[in-house]
C-alpha cells in the first residue's frame, strides 16, 4: 500500500502532522507493507528566492495582531508540536520560498533518502536556529541526510533540476482539490487533510488495507496551512 503526503517545509501542521501519522503507522499491523511518499506543496510558490522574513512579523501582519498576540499564536502551535515530543522554537524563525528544498527531496528521494532530508529539514526550520532558506543550510543538511555533497550542490546550481517533478506534484494535488497542507492520499482511493491524531491515522491505513470504499476520514476542521500562506491555531 501506498501513502502519498503532500507537505511544505514552512507548515508547522505539516510538521506534526508527520509526526502523528509516523505514530499512527506503528500502531498499524501491516506497517512493513507500507511506502510512504513525500510530494511537494508550496504555499507561497510565487515567492521570490532569496525573499525571506520573520515569521512573527509576518503572522502580526497578515492577521491584524500585534506582535505579542502572534508570539502567542506561535506558541499555541508550539505546545501541540512539543506534545508529540517535537522541538518548536517560537522566535528567530524566517520564512522564505521553499522550491529549492522541494526540488532536493526530489533528489533524495531518487537516492532513497528522502524521509531523513525531510526530517532534518523540519528539525532546522522548526527546532533549530538554522535557516533552511540559507544554500549553505541546505546543503550540509542534504549531507547529513546521506546525499552526496557534489551532487547536492549541483541540483542547488541548477534551478531547472527537480523543477518538473515539483511542479507535477503540485498539479497532482490541484487535481485532487487540495488546497491546504498536510494532505494524506492512500492508494489513491481517499485523502486525509490536516495535522490529524495518530488513531485517526491508524484507522485510515486499516480501511485502506481492506479495501474498502469508506466515507471520508477525519474532521474538516482539523489543523492545515493553506495555499494562502495561513496557518490556523485551534482554539483550544
Avoid at 88 to 112: C, K, M, P, Q, W
Wanted: proline share 4%.
Amino acid at each position: 500500500m501506498r501513502v502519498e503526503i503532500w507537505s511544505d517545509i514552512a507548515c508547522p501542521w505539516c510538521y506534526i502532522g508527520k509526526a502523528r501519522f509516523e505514530k499512527g503507522l506503528a500502531d498499524f499491523a501491516h506497517r512493513d507493507e507500507v511506502e510512504v511518499v513525500h510530494r511537494s506543496f508550496e504555499l507561497d510558490p510565487a515567492r521570490a528566492k532569496g525573499d525571506t522574513g520573520s515569521v512573527v512579523d509576518m503572522l502580526a501582519q497578515k492577521y491584524g495582531r500585534t506582535r505579542e498576540e502572534a508570539l502567542a499564536m506561535e506558541e499555541h502551535v508550539a505546545s501541540n508540536a512539543r506534545a508529540e515530543g517535537l522541538g518548536y522554537r517560537t522566535e528567530g524563525r524566517d520564512h522564505g520560498s521553499t522550491f529549492d528544498i522541494h526540488r532536493l527531496l526530489h533528489l533524495a528521494r531518487a537516492r532513497g533518502r528522502q524521509n531523513e532530508l525531510l526530517d532534518r529539514a523540519y528539525r532546522a526550520n522548526f527546532a533549530e536556529e538554522r535557516s533552511v532558506y540559507d544554500p549553505s543550510v541546505l546543503l550540509a543538511l542534504a549531507v547529513e541526510a546521506g546525499l552526496d555533497e557534489a551532487e547536492a550542490r549541483a541540483v542547488l546550481a541548477d534551478e531547472s533540476a527537480y523543477a518538473d517533478e515539483v511542479r507535477a506534484d503540485e498539479r497532482q494535488a490541484a487535481e485532487f482539490g487540495a488546497t491546504g497542507v498536510p494532505f494524506f492520499v492512500f492508494d489513491r482511493r481517499y485523502g486525509v487533510s490536516g495535522g490529524q491524531p495518530a488513531d485517526l491515522f491508524t484507522k485510515a491505513l486499516e480501511q485502506a488495507w481492506q479495501g474498502r470504499t469508506p466515507a471520508p476520514v477525519g474532521a474538516p476542521d482539523a489543523p492545515a496551512c493553506d495555499t494562502d500562506g495561513s496557518c490556523e491555531v485551534p482554539a483550544n
